[in-house]
């Protein structure tokens, strides 16, 4: 709900506002300030407005040490011996994510997986490649949200070669403006990412995965307008990373941006399409520039990232009121929460805390300390070694606050 919300949020600007808010009794009486408050996303815990911005992964790193949104669970590397399976293998990402796992991973057993399976454009090609670096890959054609047919497809990974990573690039587009989403949309593109990234969870989670990557979108993380359906999805799948992450297990979403791809799902981009992502203060990013931000966030122990390029100097929604690179702290004017959220028991502040669920502390750059029983879950992230341009960051989200949420309400201003 919180990526379709955003996206109608994006497509009708200042008409609403979305608002989490706990069972507080400072909460309620908070409720009211916040639905008059141009700010348009805010979080209420015990009386208190947060509201969220975009902070550069770099500045978490540097203010923590190391990155905390996963409960103290140590990354692994991806055992040789091991089979990695990867969803939507047949689609462009997929075959260059599964070129790079064999040969800067080591992974010698790529199961890939696909709707077409070994009848994929491309595959017998790459299967050809992976062979000659030394990898047996495996081409299955199989549904990943087909619960059964998925099921049965782990079962074939041979006991020799245990299943040791998932990488879930697969997802589909079907693009509209909320009122012209029918159901049939909406489960097209929830099918890929939501019932298949569940099925995925709920199969493997017995047994001992060092990566489980899911390739999420910012569509999600800011909304975007004309992809509601998708933005949705994919908020799904970072929720789904930090409930993972608080369970102890592995878990990795990737909130991309564009890529610089003339295949897969931006193959039907029209010039308007990429004129308006580059409005959004989105720069396409070129296959290595994702390959190192992958290797950087599985490294890692955070639980979603915004692995993208940013350019909000060069774009027009900059300024618009809460778009969402106006929320990008150092890169020009901030937008503080109203002063109507201020009140004698709710004090409007902006703040980072660590990952969900709670920790014991609270000590991260761009933070206020504030400690609550509920606090609204962010994500952080580290950078080492990739230049400022490329470098992820993390963004505040509230979908895994209630998982699935609850207590949400959300407001209209006409």
Same mark, same amino acid.
């Given at each position: 709900?919180?990526?379709?919300?955003?996206?109608?949020?994006?497509?009708?600007?200042?008409?609403?506002?979305?608002?989490?808010?706990?069972?507080?009794? !400072?909460?309620?009486? #908070? +409720? =009211?300030?916040? %639905?008059? $408050?141009?700010?348009?996303?805010?979080? &209420?815990?015990?009386? /208190?407005?947060?509201?969220?911005?975009?902070?550069?992964?770099?500045?978490?790193?540097?203010?923590?040490?190391?990155?905390?949104?996963?409960?103290?669970?140590?990354?692994?590397?991806?055992?040789?011996?091991?089979?990695?399976?990867?969803?939507?293998?047949?689609?462009?990402?997929?075959?260059?994510?599964?070129?790079?796992?064999?040969?800067?991973?080591?992974?010698?057993?790529?199961?890939?997986?696909?709707?077409?399976?070994?009848?994929?454009?491309?595959?017998?090609?790459?299967?050809?490649?992976?062979?000659?670096?030394?990898?047996?890959?495996?081409?299955?054609?199989?549904?990943? !949200?087909?619960?059964? #047919? +998925? =099921?049965?497809? %782990?079962? $074939?990974?041979?006991?020799?070669?245990? &299943?040791?990573?998932? /990488?879930?690039?697969?997802?589909?587009?079907?693009?509209?403006?909320?009122?012209?989403?029918?159901?049939?949309?909406?489960?097209?593109?929830?099918?890929?990412?939501?019932?298949?990234?569940?099925?995925?969870?709920?199969?493997?989670?017995?047994?001992?995965?060092?990566?489980?990557?899911?390739?999420?979108?910012?569509?999600?993380?800011?909304?975007?307008?004309?992809?509601?359906?998708?933005?949705?999805?994919?908020?799904?799948?970072?929720?789904?990373?930090?409930?993972?992450?608080?369970?102890?297990?592995?878990?990795?979403?990737?909130?991309?941006?564009?890529?610089?791809?003339?295949?897969?799902?931006?193959?039907? +981009?029209?010039?308007?399409?990429?004129?308006?992502?580059?409005?959004?203060?989105?720069?396409?990013?070129?296959?290595?520039?994702?390959?190192?931000?992958?290797?950087?966030?599985?490294?890692?122990?955070?639980?979603?990232?915004?692995?993208?390029?940013?350019?909000?100097?060069?774009?027009?929604?900059?300024?618009?009121?809460?778009?969402?690179?106006?929320?990008?702290?150092?890169?020009?004017?901030?937008?503080?929460?109203?002063?109507?959220?201020?009140?004698?028991?709710?004090?409007?502040?902006?703040?980072?805390?660590?990952?969900?669920?709670?920790?014991?502390?609270?000590?991260?750059?761009?933070?206020?300390?504030?400690?609550?029983?509920?606090?609204?879950?962010?994500?952080?992230?580290?950078?080492?070694?990739?230049?400022?341009?490329?470098?992820?960051?993390?963004?505040?989200?509230?979908?895994?606050?209630?998982?699935?949420?609850?207590?949400?309400?959300?407001?209209?201003?006409?």
């Amino acid at each position: 709900m919180w990526g379709l919300l955003r996206s109608v949020q994006t497509e009708n600007p200042g008409r609403f506002s979305l608002i989490d808010i706990d069972d507080h009794p !400072a909460s309620a009486g #908070a +409720l =009211a300030r916040a %639905l008059t $408050s141009s700010e348009p996303q805010t979080a &209420l815990r015990h009386g /208190v407005a947060y509201v969220p911005r975009l902070v550069r992964a770099s500045h978490a790193a540097a203010a923590t040490g190391t990155a905390t949104a996963t409960a103290g669970r140590a990354p692994r590397r991806l055992h040789p011996d091991g089979t990695v399976l990867v969803t939507g293998g047949s689609g462009s990402l997929g075959m260059a994510f599964a070129r790079h796992l064999v040969v800067a991973h080591g992974v010698r057993h790529p199961l890939l997986v696909g709707r077409r399976g070994a009848d994929a454009p491309g595959a017998a090609e790459l299967r050809a490649e992976l062979t000659g670096l030394g990898a047996e890959v495996e081409v299955a054609a199989c549904d990943v !949200a087909d619960r059964t #047919a +998925l =099921a049965a497809l %782990l079962a $074939s990974v041979p006991e020799a070669h245990p &299943l040791t990573g998932v /990488v879930h690039t697969a997802g589909v587009l079907d693009d509209g403006v909320v009122p012209a989403l029918t159901q049939e949309r909406l489960d097209r593109v929830l099918r890929p990412k939501v019932d298949a990234g569940l099925a995925l969870h709920e199969l493997t989670r017995g047994g001992d995965l060092a990566v489980f990557a899911l390739f999420s979108s910012v569509a999600g993380v800011f909304g975007s307008g004309g992809q509601a359906n998708y933005a949705a999805a994919n908020s799904f799948l970072d929720a789904l990373a930090q409930h993972r992450g608080a369970l102890g297990l592995p878990g990795t979403s990737l909130a991309w941006g564009p890529w610089q791809q003339s295949g897969g799902m931006t193959a039907g +981009l029209r010039d308007t399409d990429l004129r308006r992502m580059a409005r959004s203060g989105f720069v396409p990013l070129r296959i290595e520039e994702g390959l190192s931000l992958f290797d950087t966030a599985v490294e890692g122990q955070d639980a979603v990232l915004v692995t993208a390029r940013l350019d909000p100097a060069e774009t027009r929604a900059f300024g618009a009121p809460g778009a969402p690179l106006s929320r990008v702290p150092g890169r020009g004017p901030v937008r503080r929460a109203s002063a109507s959220l201020t009140g004698p028991a709710s004090k409007a502040r902006t703040l980072c805390a660590d990952g969900w669920p709670p920790r014991p502390r609270v000590n991260a750059v761009f933070c206020s300390s504030r400690r609550s029983e509920r606090k609204p879950p962010w994500h952080s992230a580290t950078a080492r070694g990739i230049p400022p341009s490329r470098r992820t960051a993390r963004w505040p989200s509230w979908a895994s606050t209630h998982w699935p949420p609850s207590n949400c309400a959300t407001g209209s201003r006409r």
